[in-house]
């Protein structure tokens, strides 16, 4: 049923200046990195992607980061408040290949973190490009560490890592390596330019896309995009690049909450 | 020419399904991409003058047999929009569904699309509509006489109404309709409305509280309407109400449905539903040796 | 004491649930049987002046998420159902559902009765009654306060009105019931009404072609029912729709009911029904630390 | 779903003057003997016992008497014809013991003869009483010797078998033989009879009984039974008689569409 299901927030993480993980009991099934969930805060609701997956301890975390009025909400809530949460939506991550490089950038490193994780667990080699615009917005760095990925930072400022685009630092990395696959989560005009890049190396890779979303569950239509009209909460949000071909509007427009159209830039 | 084409108003139909309004149809690529997968036409989200956001999240959440949902009309307004209508790839006919608050609204932006799509749906009827733009018209029968009257005077391709179950006598309305110039009569719109409450929280789920109620839970009082319907008024009727696969479709078209539209259930079925649908009523009717869709429509009268 | 018991217009009751009219409800030794499975109260199937077979089968059909009926208010009239209610143990409180034509019927048969129960819910909204009966009256705000107002002058006990969800605007109704002197409103009676056809043979299944639906299906309207209700009459609200669990209950008790009915969902539970929610219901308040359900009742509004 | 599903007559058996069994495709489940079939003639809904279980063919009969408007209409049916069926219905006989006696009068024949095949069929030794008002009104002969159970006749007339009632020749029957179980239908006298012989005889018995029905499904209340309320349809139709003992108006009345009360006689 496409019902929220309310949930205590069991801890919360702070991650950055900007960005909290707040971790809730819940009964792992097969949730897939890459997935996310819809989460109402009582007053509003919003995808946000699962940013943890603990199938023993049965707990998920998701990760949100302070742009405006419902994160901001969230984030002034405390262990014990309560949360809705119905889910998971969309395809996720496939996991494939022996060795994969994964980039984030910003909060997109929320589903990163959890597919790098899940494809270490299995046996994957992960290579994380982790990309901030400063040091202290770097995520995850530790649980990457500890997930026996190799870590690859660069912050826009040079804070920390290499001083650069997570762009740069993947097509370092992809000219210095073999990787069987690519995932990536990020802003899209990164993930537009990774996408030509991944072309260039010819190498198999996934997308997570943003779109807005009213009902998460197919059917409003509010997410859909061009040209082939794939709803991204359903179909997506994870898009191999033969999809994202037929995404015309990847990396160019998204549409509002009316269904206007606004240019990416 | 195969057994499931129809005629619709003078407008042909490959076959009589359609994407109901408002069921990812706020874009071109997503009403095109309801042709591909086999609707026999498709009707575009409901429209209005200027962009609407419509109501914040959650507007819609799951009950038993269905769905509520308040988006609210959400829709980039009607000059967005004919961009997108430009976009239509046009293999199959396209209906606009428009919404407004008075005869005026509804001819001007009727007006304004009649020439890009192949007729118009007035959505007189939704539940959780903002400023008196829906339910509250099509459960006054003056006032949806007044606005069908008006919207035919100002375009000439055909003008389809779209009518809501929450009135005490629907067939009342359709009259009106019909005597005002409706070419066909859309029926239902969700249903209720109805509310869905949280138990842990007691709060009503949906933003807007309450939301309009679609899905197999409501085939029963759709299939009602029709037939009633059917019974007094004389223009073609199209069906709609939790319609999930060819039987749902057969039961319509028995009450008296001259096609119908699929909304809901794409939810549980995803957009192949318009697919399976096509095959099972060819097969039924090869079985059955029904030579068009025709013959089926109204049988439940006999 | 308990922490289910409730007060309804001075009635105890030793916890919110009644079995509702017409599931079940035909002869006492059914009303015993739910008062013993768990039942606060009882409501009889509704009776008449005369006794009525009602309608020829089929009299009830399943749809998805409940079932649609079409009964006909069978029942023995109101000197053999005495004798029933004669028999009834009185381990619970006992309302009788009453239906009749006009108000001179419904007082007649009001105060043949008023001996033998606690309370009177007045039927004005069974949507397939033969002869002008059922939600006829419902639908109509004076006819209702007349009746309302007729059974109110000839009995002390209290007198529930029971609304019918087809109508464009219940609040309405429910302010005229109010008016008229309704001590109580029972929310909903079965909705549409809607029609199932055979796919086969192209006929409506039911004998009277359509029928009232109920069940889980109905519950979100019936919701709404109650929570715009609570808002604009100040009498207490009996909850009834689609009720199968003890969170339904939560959720009418929410939404502004004192305490609610159950009907269609012993189809699918049996008369366990009210001991499973019973139990939920307890457990619920205990975990959460509520000591009544008067606590409970509302607080969707708040 | 109570729902009833269309299904063509397949073959026609003329029993006796009076009853007609309809033969139907029908996947078998688990059907019981002694549950019933809610048969919709597109006019009308009757409860019918099911007759004949065939799970290797996937057929079900129902065995139906001329009776009236409804019965009448179904006789004019022939093979091809359709009839709505919905069910199965109710809590069917128990098969229970290793020699049981079964005791049928008129048409109640028709779920004893099913049980009777039934039971034989796992290895019971069942003996059938079968009682009717005279010779050529005897039921289903041929089935229950080819059964192997033993038949023993008898009719009100004398014209085959003992002359009497089935309750006589079960009575010699049960003096005669040490039986486990007995189980019955037919005419409510004859089982009130049988009732209070069982409870001399001290053997465990289950009786199955007709009231009106409209819902089938437990819903109307049409068929339930003082004092305890119990739907036939549902708890019913066929009781142990620790059960009927506490059914008070067995032997004496049945209520009818209405729910006025008719006495039986
Ligand atoms: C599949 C998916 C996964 C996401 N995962 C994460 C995540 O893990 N962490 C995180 O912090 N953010 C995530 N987001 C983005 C997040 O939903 C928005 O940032 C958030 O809704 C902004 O809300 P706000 O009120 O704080 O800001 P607002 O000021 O309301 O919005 C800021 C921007 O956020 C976007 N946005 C707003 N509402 C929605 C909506 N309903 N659907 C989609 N986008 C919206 C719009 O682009 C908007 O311009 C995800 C979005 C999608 C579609
Ligand atoms: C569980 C059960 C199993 C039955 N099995 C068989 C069977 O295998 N074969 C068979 O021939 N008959 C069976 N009957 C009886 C059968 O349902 C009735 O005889 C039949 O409905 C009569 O219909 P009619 O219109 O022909 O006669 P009517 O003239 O309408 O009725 C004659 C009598 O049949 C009974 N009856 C009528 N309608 C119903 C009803 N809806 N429910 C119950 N009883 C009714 C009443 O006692 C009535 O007085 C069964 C009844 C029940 C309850
Ligand atoms: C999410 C959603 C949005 C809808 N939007 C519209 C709309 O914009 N205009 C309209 O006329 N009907 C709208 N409807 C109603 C449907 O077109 C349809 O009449 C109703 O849902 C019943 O059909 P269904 O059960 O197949 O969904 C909407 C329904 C849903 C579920
Ligand atoms: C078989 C059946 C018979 C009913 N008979 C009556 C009746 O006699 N009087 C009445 O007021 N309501 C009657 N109702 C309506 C119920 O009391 C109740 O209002 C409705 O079914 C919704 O509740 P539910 O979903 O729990 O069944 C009947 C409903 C059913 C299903
Ligand atoms: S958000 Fe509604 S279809 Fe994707
Ligand atoms: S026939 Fe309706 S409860 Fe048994």
Redesign the interface.
Known sequence: ????K?VKIKRIIEESPTVKTFIFDWEVKNEIPGQFM?V?N?????PMSISMIDPLKNEIGISIKNIGEFTGQVHELTPGD?L?LRGPYGRGFHIAGSKVLAVGGGIGMAPIVAFSEEASRIGVDVHVVSAASTMNELLFDDRIQRSRSKLLTCTDDGSHGLCGFGTDLAEKAMSEDDYDMIVSCGPEIMMKKLFEMVEKFKIPAQFSLERYM??G??????C????????VC?EGPVFWTDELKMITEFGKYK???????HSIS | MTILEIKLCGIKMRNPTMLAA?????????????ARSGAGAVVT?SFGLS????Y??????????????A?GL????VD??KDELLKLNKSVPAIASLYGANPEEFSEIATRVEGLVDALELNVSCPHAIGGCGSAIG?DPLLTAEIVGSVKKSVKIPVFVKLTP???DIVEIALHARDAGADALTMINS???????????????L?N??GG?SG??????A??CV?DVFDSVDIPIIGVG?IRDH?DV??FL??GASCVQI??S??YE?MDIFGKILNGLERFMDEKGYGSVDELVG??H?
Not at chain 1, 255 to 261: A, C, F, P
Request: net charge positive; charged share 20%.
């Open positions: 049923m496409h019902v929220p309310i819809m109402w009582l007053h509003d609701e919003k309560k809705g009213k009902c569950m197919g059917l409003c239509g509010q859909c995009v061009d040209d082939l009209g794939w709803r359903v549409r509002d909450s009316s269904g206007v159209k | 408002g069921i990812l149809g706020s874009t071109a690529s997503s009403l095109n991409w309801a989200k962009p609407n956001k419509g914040a999240n959650p507007t819609t959440v799951e009950v038993t047999g269905g769905v509520i949902n988006i959400s829709n980039p307004g967005n929009f459960q929450n009135v005490t249903l209720g409305p109805g509310m869905r409450i949280d138990i842990e929280t007691g709060k009503p789920i933003k509280k309450f109620l197999p839970a409501i085939k029963p009082v299939i009602r037939y939790g039987e057969l039961e028995y009450a909304g809901t794409i939810m995803g049988i439940a006999k």
